[in-house]
Nanobody, 124 residues
Framework: QVQLVESGGGLVQPGGSLRLSCAAS????????MGWFRQAPGKEREFVGM????????SYIGSVKGRFTISRENVKNTVFLQMNSLKPEDTAVYYC?????????????????WGQGTQVTVSS
């Protein structure tokens, strides 16, 4: 079992930035592909981006390209989602997810382990 704990969410004005963190409870964190998803009220969970277990591939949904950056620090068992130029439509609960040697799929079924989510609200 891998436990994931997200942090860093909050209220930010449009154009602002937030950095989300996701800490994993595993000694083999470097073997896990990590994904970020989000779910806005009344909408389905949406893929945001991912970084493969060996960090040789990073991908993003089109609406966040150029604004969001995913990185990982294996020594700290943590993956990050740096969000810049935030827009009101980025408001959602953000979840991190993990899959051992995952293929980096952009769908929820591609990940076995999930965090509890952290709320991000972009509003003036």
């Amino acid at each position: 079992q891998v436990q994931l704990v997200e942090s860093g969410g909050g209220l930010v004005q449009p154009g602002g930035s937030l950095r989300l963190s996701c800490a994993a409870s595993t000694r083999t964190f470097s073997d896990y592909t990590m994904g970020w998803f989000r779910q806005a009220p009344g909408k389905e969970r949406e893929f945001v981006g991912m970084i493969t277990w060996n960090a040789d591939s990073v991908s993003y949904i089109g609406s966040v390209k150029g604004r969001f950056t995913i990185s990982r620090e294996n020594v700290k068992n943590t993956v990050f989602l740096q969000m810049n130029s935030l827009k009101p439509e980025d408001t959602a609960v953000y979840y991190c997810a993990a899959e051992w040697h995952g293929l980096g799929l952009s769908v929820a079924r591609g990940y076995t382990y999930w965090g509890q989510g952290t709320q991000v609200t972009v509003s003036s």
